[in-house]
């Protein structure tokens, strides 16, 4: 049913908790830190801000992310078509990706990571 899908379960949450450590150590290997943001509730909504001078590219950063999630951009048959892993453009340059743990697109557990840009040191 409807309510269903809008309604998941707790145990959701609580797998997206328990994957921000990995998430964090590659952030951190990447160069920026990660902050959670929102409720959890339906998806893990999940900002990346270039931390050190030298933070690697966005790209880069949700490759890995998605990599070590054995995660899916749009579908694992049709990711090949996907090299960019497909960013929606967001206010002050943040590009939002999606990565998600199913096929199921956003009737399955998805990570919602907004990267901000990289700027020149003042």
Same mark, same amino acid.
């Given at each position: ?5 809008? *309604?998941?379960? !707790? %145990?959701?949450?609580?797998? =997206?908790? %328990?994957?921000? !450590?990995?998430?964090?150590? $590659?952030?951190?290997? =990447? @160069? =920026? ?7 959890? +509730?339906? *998806?893990?909504?999940?900002?990346? $801000?270039?931390? $050190?001078?030298?933070? @690697?590219? !966005?790209?880069?950063? $949700? ?10 951009? +749009?579908?694992? *048959? ?12 967001? !206010?002050?340059?943040?590009?939002? =990706? ?8 956003? +009737? @399955?557990?998805? &990570? ?9 040191? &003042?």
């Amino acid at each position: 049913s409807m309510k269903k899908l809008l *309604d998941p379960s !707790p %145990a959701r949450a609580a797998a =997206y908790v %328990a994957l921000y !450590p990995m998430l964090q150590q $590659i952030a951190k290997r =990447y @160069g =920026y830190a990660l902050a959670v943001h929102g409720s959890l +509730h339906r *998806d893990f909504d999940i900002v990346a $801000i270039p931390w $050190i001078e030298e933070a @690697g590219e !966005p790209l880069a950063l $949700i490759k890995a992310m998605k990599t070590a999630m054995k995660a899916v951009t +749009h579908h694992e *048959d049709g990711d090949k078509w996907f090299k960019d892993c497909n960013p929606t453009k967001k !206010p002050h340059g943040r590009l939002g =990706y999606s990565l998600h743990f199913t096929n199921e697109g956003m +009737h @399955g557990g998805y &990570i919602d990571i907004s990267v901000m840009p990289k700027t020149k040191a &003042i």
